[in-house]
């Protein structure tokens, strides 16, 4: 009988039915009781059992000698990394040592074990994929909503569906798995939907307006849909006066973003402008929301102040069909053990980035300090030499560390640098908490395992309880990881045994809109803070603000998007797995209609991709249509695991092509979409 269980290769935390004979995954389907993706399993998902029993998987733990890695035993391992670590300790102190997780490792057990393991050792240096990903969407929220307060799209109820930057129909929303569904679902009963980005994505051509965009440039279209929306009268008076502080100061801020100066600098038409201004403000249900086209520039943080300032104005947050809040479940926070940490220790980048803690991880801030703050780096399921911009500076910076230790499936390109790679386990061979409240209703469920860990793989959460027993004492460690979650759940109302009874998980929230229009929100003014006294007092804008950037290089014409996803792959990870290998076996140059004109090519013919800081030549593929000047290379392509398609595959890092680029000045957040290229047909 089909094992309920959750599908964790990416954040979307699918619901799954597996099917185990005599301890092997024979099979795997989506389970339709599920309430996130009600029985839907992508490609993903269906490729498990590839991954459970791929032949190129680490399977002991391995460490580098002069002749590259061989297998050592899992005790000598643990004694020969603890003493590593105490090493370092003594000569630079505990916040030398980082972690950095991966996009499919993030829950809220392996935080809190992590975090529990650092806050012995004595530093606060966690990190994720947070600033590759929703770092400015969380400071932006805490800036005008409080902490811990981020906000949901009510797609299911909208009358107006306004979305930046996003292509649902392909890769859902944040953690809303089935996103496309309710917005198709709200078109059918009459609700208009508009998409604003530079390619006509699968989302945009379902959409009843498409609003080609400039990349780069949704902060000027967004401050200009608010003046026009101030300026004709179009906003809610009441619930601007009743629930937000600061609106004369944003009335007065964007009275220079004029429909003029907006199609200037956007390219977008000012009827359209106008239209989508109107369409949303005069929607009695109307919600805006945004994916990762906005998450990766220097304005980011900005430009999704400035999403939710929309909102806010016209009355749509914390109202059903708008945007709504679900908090979080509370858990034990003792178990992080934070009175371990030395009195006045602090994230090591909180002095150049004053938020940047609260948003998880920084890798370019990694990068750039100097001198070089991390000595000791532990890398979990995830692969920083992919997924960070600057290709070349990450591997110079992975080269000084004094100790690399990579947990992982595979020997990636992040691991060739490891000291020590260690056998991880698969979403299948461990346990977790999924806690989503970021769908319209707060879903905590048991990931349970339902498979033994292969080989002599350990799952992660038994490495750190056994490097910590090393390092910290009997004290430290736990008897069972069940103790941990326990202890986790404490407090919760929720415990691990519930979890057990109810594997399709318990909503432990009911929906309310309107809790934070009835009890404040938690910001110092209890109001929605159109005017951020946060940022000020940090010396930043209060209020979104569009700067103007020296004029692109002549010699690189285009713009270059290096961030889109494809949905068979998971950043850069599953590109090695045959079967999912087979539905996408090449990787192209996407170019705009207008670039193959100017350059005489056609799909198939190949080109160079020429930027500042490097060059690739890929195959060509003419986009439908897109917003001039636009060439597109997925973003983490060319990963093979160091598998069987490694020569055969043949693609490429595209973040050689990024070179040495801005952060988001409040979340950090690395700007590689920000790129500029030439093409040149190769005969």
């Known amino acids: ?37 009600r029985g839907a399993l992508c490609s993903k998902g269906q490729a498990m059992v590839q991954l459970v029993y791929d032949p190129d998987r680490v399977t002991r733990p391995l460490r580098r000698d002069g002749n590259g890695f061989r297998p050592v035993a899992w005790g000598e391992t643990l004694d020969e990394i603890a003493a590593a670590l105490q ?11 980082a972690t950095y997780e991966g996009a499919s490792f993030s829950r809220a057990n392996t935080q809190a074990y992590i975090r529990r393991f650092l806050h012995y050792f004595g530093s606060p240096n966690r990190t994720g994929t947070e600033s590759l990903c929703v770092a400015p969407k969380y400071v932006a929220a805490r800036a005008t909503f409080g902490p811990g307060l981020i906000p949901t799209a009510d797609f299911a109820s909208a009358g107006v569906i306004l979305l930046f930057g996003a292509n649902p129909a392909v890769t859902g929303m944040h953690r809303y798995l089935r996103a496309m569904d309710d917005i198709l679902a709200a078109r059918r009963r009459g ?15 379902k959409a009843d307006l498409w609003v080609p965009v400039r990349p780069g440039s949704d902060l000027v279209l967004l401050l200009g ?55 949303f403000a005069g929607a009695g249900r109307a919600v805006i929301d945004r994916r990762e086209g906005l998450m990766h520039s220097t304005r980011a943080t900005q430009t999704n102040r400035a999403l939710l300032l929309l909102a806010a104005i016209c009355g749509q947050v914390d109202r059903e069909g708008a945007l709504t809040f679900t908090p979080a479940l509370p858990l034990n926070q003792g178990v992080l053990a934070q009175d371990r940490l030395p009195s006045g220790t602090s994230f090591f980048a909180r002095n150049r980035f004053p938020f940047g803690d609260e948003a998880g991880l920084l890798p370019e801030t990694i990068l750039s300090a100097r001198p070089y703050p991390i000595k000791a780096l532990i890398v979990t399921a995830g692969n920083p ?7 070349e500076k990450v591997i110079r910076a992975l080269k000084e560390l004094e100790l690399l230790v990579v947990i992982d499936l595979y020997q990636t390109e992040t691991a060739a640098y490891a000291d020590y790679v260690l056998p991880g386990v698969t979403c299948l061979e461990r346990n ?20 033994p860990p292969r080989a002599e793989a350990w799952t992660e959460w038994r490495i750190f309880n056994e490097l910590g027993r090393r390092l910290y004492g009997p004290e430290y460690a736990y008897a069972s990881e069940e103790a941990f979650l326990d202890d986790l759940l404490a407090g919760s109302g929720i415990s691990l045994a519930d ?15 309107g809790r934070f229009l009835t009890d404040g929100f938690p910001t110092p003014s209890g109001k929605i803070e159109l005017y951020s006294g946060m940022l000020k007092e940090a010396g930043f804008d209060p209020l979104p603000r569009y700067r103007e950037k020296a004029p692109a290089d002549e010699n690189y014409p285009y713009k270059l998007i290096t961030g889109s996803r494809l949905s068979f792959y998971s950043h850069s990870t599953l590109m090695n797995l045959p079967w999912l290998y087979d539905l996408y076996p090449r990787h192209y140059a996407e170019v705009a209609p207008d670039v193959a004109a100017a350059a005489g090519v056609r799909d198939e013919d190949l080109v160079e991709i020429i930027t500042p800081h490097g060059s690739v030549s890929l195959p060509v593929k003419v986009m439908e249509a897109s917003f001039p000047g636009v060439v597109l290379i997925r973003h983490g392509f060319g990963h093979t695991g160091g ?11 595209v973040n050689y092509l990024t070179g040495d680029l801005e952060n988001d000045p409040l979340a950090g957040t690395p700007a590689y979409r920000e790129g500029s290229c030439r093409l040149e047909r190769k005969l």
Not at 9 to 22: F, P
Request: charged letters at 25%.
């Open 1 to 37: 009988m089909p094992v309920k269980s959750v599908c964790r290769l990416c954040k979307a935390d699918c619901g799954i039915l597996a099917t185990v004979e005599q301890n092997r995954l024979v099979g795997v389907e989506g389970n339709p009781d599920c309430p996130l993706n």
């Open 87 to 97: 090493l370092i300790k003594a000569k630079y102190g505990a916040t030398a040592l």
């Open 191 to 205: 609700a208009k939907l508009v998409v604003v980005d530079p390619i006509l994505t699968d989302t945009a051509a």
């Open 225 to 279: 849909l608010i003046r026009i929306i101030i300026e004709e009268g179009l906003y809610d008076r009441e619930f601007v006066s009743r629930y937000t502080v600061g609106f004369e100061d944003l009335a007065h801020s964007v009275g220079e973003y004029t429909p003029e100066r907006v199609e200037r600098l956007t390219g977008v038409p000012q009827a359209l402008t106008v239209e989508v201004a109107r369409l």
């Open 385 to 391: 030499v992919m997924a960070w911009p600057n290709t």
């Open 432 to 451: 977790d908490l999924s806690m989503n409240n970021l769908m319209p209703f707060p879903l905590v469920r048991l990931a349970g395992r339902v498979l």
């Open 499 to 513: 979890l057990q009874e109810h594997p399709d998980g318990i909503i432990h929230r009911e929906k309310k809109p």
């Open 643 to 653: 598998g069987r398609l490694a020569v055969e595959k043949g693609g490429v890092n």
